[in-house]
């Protein structure tokens, strides 16, 4: 695969209570701790960031997909939800996230939107990079 663009950022300091930057500085932030995970919060964290991510993608490449359908996706939405959660694999006791997909196409009939929805969990990048490792559900809301 030919790479068009690499996005670089560190973390420093407390992992999920520490910092973290872009390379160009645009992402420059604290990040804490959810206070439902026992933490401070009051900073962003990693899921946060991934679903603003994931929402971003998946939106991307539905308005793509319609695009190259002829299909007006104006006023359309996506919002990704990220959860975290314990899980144990191979006798290790860890995290496991889970994502969720709500998609708002108004004035787009429900087949028309399933269809471009199918479509469009295809070619997402995101959607490609959690297939088979993050229970995911998508909803066209």
Known sequence: ?????????????????????????????????????????GATNPEQLFAAG??????????????????????????????????????????RLVAALRVSLPGVDRETAERLVAITHQVCPYSQATRGNVDLTVEIV
């Open 54 to 95: 994931f929402a971003a993608c998946f939106h991307n490449a539905l308005r793509l997909v319609a695009r190259r359908a002829k299909t007006d996706v104006d006023g359309s939405q996506v919002t990704a939800e990220i959860g975290i959660g314990p899980s144990e694999a191979e006798g290790v006791r860890g995290f």
């Open 1 to 41: 695969m030919k790479v068009l663009y690499t996005a670089k950022a560190t973390a420093t300091g407390e992992g999920r209570n520490g910092q973290v930057r872009s390379s160009d500085g645009l992402i420059d932030t604290n990040l804490a701790v959810p206070v439902e995970m026992g933490g401070a919060g």
